[in-house]
């Protein structure tokens, strides 16, 4: 049977999806094909409204967010473009901007920066290259297994920042990439505060993800930044 995602009945036709699958107790819903598809086939194949990541030639579905993500997903994304914007140091994108892994694998991080001087990796379809950094907000149904692949996916691309935050067990990781083994190493956190290596000057207080409600985004971005707006 064919998936049903936005794409014309023609494009349908030249990959046929045998096989709609539910994994595990979740129900995290795949489309497996006559072959493994390709990333260039998953870009032709999806839009910007179909919230799927390709791994090892499947297609899968993710889970729905719950609120307490989104509003985190809300609240960093916005800072982040509030301060990169003012100091035009590149390019935030939010969890619809395809990361490519392999010829058969493409991610869908929550957030992701881009230098201003590699801003010609930023494409309509994908990145061509690995963003400088890339945040994963957990959720209850995100399973360890699947964590550590999403670290070691991003280390092999050469992703040269990765923060992982654990919002259900409020715990946050952060690596940044050794230049000279080319492996992810924990980036020092000092007071509760993570400083970007990547994003120049950025810093937050990791208290601030597990208030309730959030900090006001404008009073964090004042503080961050070190002047009003």
Same mark, same amino acid.
């Given at each position: 049977m064919s998936v049903a995602l936005k794409k014309p009945q023609k494009r349908l036709e030249k990959i046929k999806i045998l096989k709609k699958l539910r994994l595990g107790n979740n129900h995290q819903v795949a489309y497996v094909a006559d072959h493994p598809i390709t990333l260039d086939e998953f870009c032709d194949l999806v839009d910007e409204d179909d919230d799927v990541e390709l791994i090892d030639g499947v297609i899968l579905e993710k889970m729905a967010a719950q609120?307490?993500?989104?509003? &985190?997903?809300?609240?960093?994304l916005s800072i982040m473009v509030f301060y990169t914007e003012?100091?035009?140091?590149?390019?935030?994108?939010? %969890?619809?901007?395809l990361v490519p892994i392999t010829p058969y694998t493409g991610r869908l991080p $929550?957030?992701?920066?881009?230098r201003k001087e590699r801003e010609n990796i930023v494409t309509q379809k994908r990145l061509t290259d690995a963003p400088d950094l890339v945040i994963e907000i957990l959720s209850p149904s995100d399973r360890p297994s699947e964590t550590m692949q999403r670290l070691s996916n991003y280390e092999q691309i050469g992703v040269k920042e990765f923060w992982i935050i654990d919002q259900p067990r409020k715990k946050m990781q952060a690596f940044f990439l050794d230049e000279a083994t080319k492996k992810f190493l924990?980036? $020092? !956190?000092?007071? %509760?505060? &993570?400083? %970007?290596?990547? !994003?120049?000057?950025?810093?937050?207080?990791? $208290?601030?993800?597990?208030?309730?409600?959030?900090? %006001?985004?404008?009073? !964090?971005f004042k503080e961050i930044s070190g002047d009003e707006m």
């Open positions: 609120d307490p993500h989104e509003d &985190l997903f809300r609240f960093l003012k100091y035009n140091l590149g390019f935030i994108r939010g %969890s619809r901007t $929550d957030i992701l920066f881009v924990p980036l $020092d !956190v000092k007071d %509760s505060i &993570l400083t %970007s290596n990547v !994003v120049k000057g950025f810093w937050i207080k990791i $208290d601030w993800l597990w208030q309730k409600p959030l900090p %006001s985004v404008l009073e !964090v």
